[in-house]
């Protein structure tokens, strides 16, 4: 009946699903990946690979240690009171523990140098540096056969660490990076970020400690027995795989990112993309919800997910690519809504997406979207536009010039006298240090990643310089969605009757965000995706 029998079995290859397999294996057990698309490392890595961790062990035994008291009223500041206190402690408590535990399994961590809190110092427990973690630098050759069967990514730029961005300049400098030595470790296979992260865990997992995993081979259904989860019926090479789960099956396969249809009615905007890899299509709600799982969802607003644009011609896995966009908090560079009208601090995600969701109950309609980035001659004769360098055109099917604010709204289909307004208004304090509107400027976060180090204030300049140029944004997810399966402190998935379901645990994107709430910090999905993986290893195994 079953053509392989293990203890776990791990729906999906990113955190979740190898740490599960990962922490089996440690037990003394066995355990299986099964993998939907061609290749290891899921969503993490596409990412920055960066993981989001108080009170982590290397920051412990720095001269600049993390409180605990501070740490929990930081985190209880971005649930905004949609946490549930059991799941939020669980994963304070224990993501130290496992961070430290990977590390002796051979994942290799660092701390990134003076990257602050998103919200530092403006809200509570805040802290300057040491609570980002990320992976050194990771050797592909190390990966064996696995090597060319593991995800790299076309978002972050390769074969660096965030140290070294941020001491090229960040993003807004990208013309000024050193080129050279990312070639040069791009062709010995040396990955960095996501790609790095994803590489030091495939490793210790498939590599060193042999367990058996199978990319393309998207899991079908759960098979159960008296209400129990007890395997999973995938198709490999076109034919049923069966695979008997002793212990217990970790769903960790992602959310709904490419299914359009999910992500427009829970994520509360008219339109979706996503940067993630096109297997993410709601197969979480699938495979649970056809053995009575419930759902659960945090409010969609403010949780990890961007604006963006797609390059005429650009594909990844055979499917248009979506790319964020981070020019906005450039200097010479601002957004506007249709009507041409600032309406957020654009260089903090934080600030401009759930602007973005603002709904009009009068007029029936989203005012803020879609959003629309707008900058000038300034601004192409010092940055990149996406991968375009100075004298570089952009298709006129992406980016929309003209000579005069007026002309280029016409083209965005925008108003004239709001966008030229909107302009003139900005351009009063744009060479100064501070943005009486919004604010912007005001977050070393957003500095660190996107400012000007030339500028007074890193974050503004004017917009003075023709001709103009726009692209209209589209709202484009990471795969972190409002809604996943519930699931408990074992990380177990609930049954619409309030019960676990034997045998059936969750993590990473695929569980429901019921441990964070309603805000968000970069790091902190990778940093559930191991903290659950790891819960559900150990429920399992030792039920």
């Known amino acids: 009946m079953f053509d392989r029998e293990v203890d776990v079995v791990s729906i999906g290859s990113g955190l979740g699903g190898v740490t599960a397999a990962l922490h089996a294996v440690e037990l003394g057990g066995t355990a299986i990946i099964l993998e939907k698309a061609p290749k290891l490392g899921g969503v993490c890595a596409y990412s920055g690979g960066e993981v989001f961790v108080c009170m982590n062990h290397l920051m412990q035994a720095s001269e600049q240690p993390d409180n605990e008291t501070d740490a929990h009223a930081y985190?209880?500041?971005?649930?905004?009171?949609y946490a549930d206190p059991e799941l939020a402690q669980i994963l304070f408590d224990m993501g130290p523990k496992v961070a430290k535990w990977v590390e002796e399994r051979g994942v290799k961590w660092r701390v990134i140098s003076d990257f602050p809190?998103?919200?530092?110092?403006?809200?509570?427990?805040?802290?300057?540096?040491?609570?980002?973690?990320?992976?050194?630098?990771?050797?592909?050759?190390?990966?064996?056969?696995?090597?060319?069967?593991?995800?790299t990514t076309p978002h972050m730029p390769p074969g660096i660490t965030h140290d070294e961005l941020f001491a090229w300049g960040g993003l807004s400098a990208m013309p000024k990076w050193d080129f050279a030595t990312m070639g040069g470790r791009i062709a010995k296979d040396i990955r960095g970020m996501g790609p790095a992260m994803m590489g030091w865990f495939i490793k210790a997992t498939v590599v060193d400690r042999g367990v058996e995993a199978h990319v393309s081979t998207p899991a079908i259904r759960l098979i159960t027995e008296g209400g129990k989860v007890i395997?999973?019926?995938?198709?490999?090479?076109?034919k049923p795989f069966r695979i008997r789960a002793r212990k217990g099956v970790v769903v960790a396969c992602g959310g709904y990112d490419w299914n359009e249809e999910m992500a427009k009615h829970f994520e509360g905007l008219p339109e979706w993309g996503s940067m993630t890899q096109p297997y993410m299509e709601g197969d979480n709600m699938v495979l649970g919800g056809e053995v009575g799982a419930a759902l659960a969802g945090v409010p969609s607003y403010n949780l990890g997910m961007?604006?963006?644009?797609?390059?005429?011609?650009?594909?990844?896995?055979?499917?248009?690519?979506?790319?964020?966009?981070?020019?906005g908090g450039y200097p010479h560079a601002m957004w506007v809504n249709k009507k041409g009208v600032r309406f957020a601090d654009e260089s903090f995600y934080r600030d401009y997406l759930p602007r973005c969701h603002d709904w009009d109950g009068v007029e029936q309609e989203?005012?803020?979207?879609?959003?629309?980035?707008?900058?000038?001659?300034?601004?192409?004769?010092?940055?990149?536009?996406?991968?375009?360098?100075?004298?570089?055109?952009?298709?006129?099917?992406?980016?929309?010039?003209?000579?005069?604010?007026?002309e280029l709204a016409e083209k965005l289909g925008i108003d004239p006298e709001g966008l030229t307004a909107s302009i003139a208004r900005f351009n009063e304090f744009a060479d100064g240090d501070t943005d009486p509107d919004f604010g912007r400027g005001r977050y070393p976060w957003a500095a660190k990643m996107v400012g000007d180090?030339?500028?007074?204030?890193?974050?503004?300049?004017?917009?003075?310089?023709?001709p103009y140029y726009g692209v209209r944004l589209t709202a484009v997810g990471v795969g972190v969605n409002a809604v996943g399966l519930k699931t408990n402190g074992n990380g177990q998935v609930m049954h619409v009757r309030g019960r676990p379901i034997e045998g059936l645990y969750a993590a990473g994107n695929s569980a429901a965000l019921l441990d964070i709430g309603a805000g968000y910090q970069s790091g902190l999905s990778?940093?559930?995706?191991?903290?659950?993986?790891?819960?559900?290893?150990?429920h399992a195994m030792e039920s």
């Not at 395997?231 to 490999?236: I, N, R, S």
């Not at 900058?375 to 992406?398: H, I, T």
């Not at 940093?527 to 150990?538: E, F, I, P």
């Open 306 to 327: 961007f604006f963006g644009y797609q390059v005429p011609g650009e594909k990844a896995d055979g499917r248009p690519m979506w790319r964020a966009s981070w020019e």
């Open 526 to 538: 990778n940093l559930r995706g191991m903290v659950w993986g790891w819960m559900a290893a150990k």
């Open 231 to 238: 395997g999973v019926e995938a198709e490999k090479d076109g």
């Open 75 to 81: 985190l209880d500041f971005l649930a905004g009171g």
């Open 366 to 406: 989203h005012p803020n979207y879609p959003p629309y980035l707008i900058f000038d001659q300034n601004y192409r004769d010092k940055y990149a536009f996406c991968s375009f360098m100075p004298g570089v055109e952009a298709p006129e099917a992406l980016l929309k010039k003209a000579d005069t604010p007026a």
């Open 453 to 466: 180090r030339s500028r007074v204030n890193q974050q503004l300049g004017p917009l003075d310089k023709p």
């Open 117 to 151: 809190d998103y919200y530092y110092p403006h809200a509570p427990g805040t802290v300057a540096t040491g609570r980002y973690l990320e992976p050194e630098l990771f050797d592909g050759h190390s990966l064996g056969e696995w090597r060319k069967k593991t995800y």
